[in-house]
């Protein structure tokens, strides 16, 4: 039973949290903490009440410290709402968004925040409406796009690599789903037939049992970690020991089934990070992919090849994400506490995510509405987006210059941080895709220096100043950026724009293994 003195009205807890924190906590910081389940809600009379001590937990707990921590480093006008830390990563991946990796996209929920037509103590009004133009001049993987069209708004996305275009407009596609599973049936049944007759899968076969029974043997499930992490066993020292007892398992059924691991040259990244039985079955995979006729078939099979291809690799599990070097033998692996093998085969992988494709892509076509969304592959700097669209989608191009576009939800390239063709550099060589490197802003190879910096600004303004040309005149634009060297305030300036708000937002779900206080902010500009 809950002692009433320990009970409160949500303003008797702002106070009451000001005074314990030592800084300001708003009755909307409280009702935040009520729905999305952090504090219980008692109910008295009508009124919303809450108990002292789930306050005293919460603050006094990893996610409430974390909160206090963050804010001490980033600033108290950090916006924890933005956060979107009640999230599962299932939701904040949800259907579509998750069809291929992608390094440096925001999640939907930040999107529909600043899109949809609601309102709260930190967005007081709303910006886009229903059947609204939404522009994204640096589209990446198409989030943006994805959410209007679950909000009823019309969006054009432009990109500058054509890899990024094609994920952006397979996840917003329509499809004929059955032909489509029907066309994935069929590359499967082949490709299981290709491989029939190899020695591949009798030797993976039988490395999986020579593994197993190994793991089983020097690596029980979950003991062996318990161990390790209790210091009883010097892992990488046992680990690495006895990945070298099993290699000469290895060596010898690679003997046996006369596997030939390495490609005869290493000069492309498709020579040099797959093992042989795997190109070969890539490259099958891609001549029945080619002879598809339907377009938009074809591109959604592309997307489920490359995304197999990335998870097929010649690399460790643990550096999935930054290649080091190639790896053709077995290891030990930390992230699994055990031995584990390179891939020999795309079937199983292929198989999974062509399932899984289908089902996200069914999930969205529930969700969709009929508004027109397409990305362009072009930049944005210079593009003509009408007549690009004029090409592509005539009815889009139509609206757009019909009513011009509304405003820009967009996250710009970070300074020195990612070159962009080279995350998908296995993509752009097997489907040929011509590479545009030259055009990237903000690319990792250029740096962060003070001349990077300020070819960043003139670029960035360029972009803006170009689309400004198809935007109404009382456009609002949300621009998405970790703004370490406060180049924004000058991008708006040399845009004819002023930054009217500023939402500063923690990023808490980052893909790089650095998980400390780390912040972006969301800038809100207009016409000057």
Request: aromatic share 12%.
């Amino acid at each position: 039973m809950v002692e009433t003195f320990e009970l409160m009205t949500i303003k008797q807890a702002s106070d009451w949290a000001s005074q314990y924190l030592r800084r300001d906590v708003t009755p909307s910081n409280i009702s935040y903490l009520i729905q999305y389940g952090r504090i219980k809600k008692v109910a008295d009379n009508g009124n919303t009440l809450v108990n002292r001590r789930d306050l005293v937990n919460y603050y006094q707990s990893y996610l409430g410290k974390r909160e206090i921590d963050w804010k001490s480093r980033l600033g108290e006008d950090l916006i924890w709402t933005l956060s979107f830390d009640y999230l599962k990563e299932s939701e904040r991946t949800k259907h579509v968004h998750r069809l291929h990796p992608y390094k440096g996209k925001f999640i939907p929920q930040l999107v529909e925040y600043f899109l949809d037509s609601h309102t709260d103590d930190f967005k007081k009004e709303v910006y886009f409406k229903r059947d609204d133009i939404i522009l994204d001049p640096f589209a990446g993987s198409g989030t943006t796009l994805v959410q209007a069209s679950e909000l009823g708004m019309h969006a054009v996305g432009i990109d500058v690599s054509s890899f990024n275009a094609l994920i952006s407009n397979v996840k917003i596609n329509k499809y004929n789903l059955p032909e489509l599973f029907n066309e994935v049936s069929k590359i499967t049944s082949a490709l299981r037939q290709f491989i029939s007759h190899s020695n591949t899968q009798k030797f993976e076969t039988n490395l999986i049992e020579a593994l197993t029974d190994f793991n089983n043997r020097h690596f029980p499930s979950p003991d062996f970690k318990i161990r390790a992490r209790a210091g009883e066993v010097k892992e990488h020292e046992y680990g690495g020991a006895k990945a070298q007892e099993f290699e000469q398992i290895y060596k010898a059924l690679i003997y046996i089934y006369e596997i030939e691991l390495k490609q005869q040259k290493d000069d492309t990244f498709l020579d040099k990070w797959y093992v042989k039985p795997i190109r070969q079955e890539i490259d099958f995979v891609r001549t029945l992919i080619e002879q598809t006729q339907d377009t938009n078939i074809r591109n959604a099979l592309t997307i489920i090849l490359s995304r197999t291809l990335r998870s097929c690799r010649a690399t460790t599990h643990y550096d999935l994400a930054t290649l080091k070097e190639p790896v053709f033998s077995t290891y030990y692996c930390h992230k699994h506490g055990k031995i584990c093998k390179p891939l020999f085969s795309i079937v199983n992988w292929w198989r999974r995510y062509s399932v899984d494709t289908i089902e996200r892509l069914a999930q969205f076509d529930k969700l969709r509405t009929n508004a027109s969304q397409f990305c362009l592959a072009g930049d944005s700097r210079t593009i003509d987006i009408i007549k690009g669209l004029e090409t592509h989608y005539p009815a889009l191009a139509q609206i757009v210059r019909d009513r011009k576009i509304k405003g820009i939800f967009s996250s710009p390239p970070y300074v020195g941080l990612i070159d962009y063709h080279d995350q998908h550099a296995y993509a752009y060589e097997l489907f040929r895709f011509e590479r545009k490197d030259h055009l990237e802003i903000g690319t990792l190879s250029n740096g962060q220096g003070f001349e990077a910096r300020e070819l960043y600004i003139h670029s960035i303004s360029e972009s803006l100043n170009n689309c400004k040309r198809f935007l109404v005149n009382d456009y609002d634009i949300f621009l998405v950026a970790n703004d370490k060297y406060n180049l924004y305030p000058v991008i708006a300036e040399k845009s004819g724009m002023r930054i009217v708000k500023q939402y500063k937002r923690p990023v808490l779900c980052r893909t790089e293994r650095d998980k400390g206080a780390y912040g972006e902010i969301i800038f809100h500009l207009k016409r000057v």
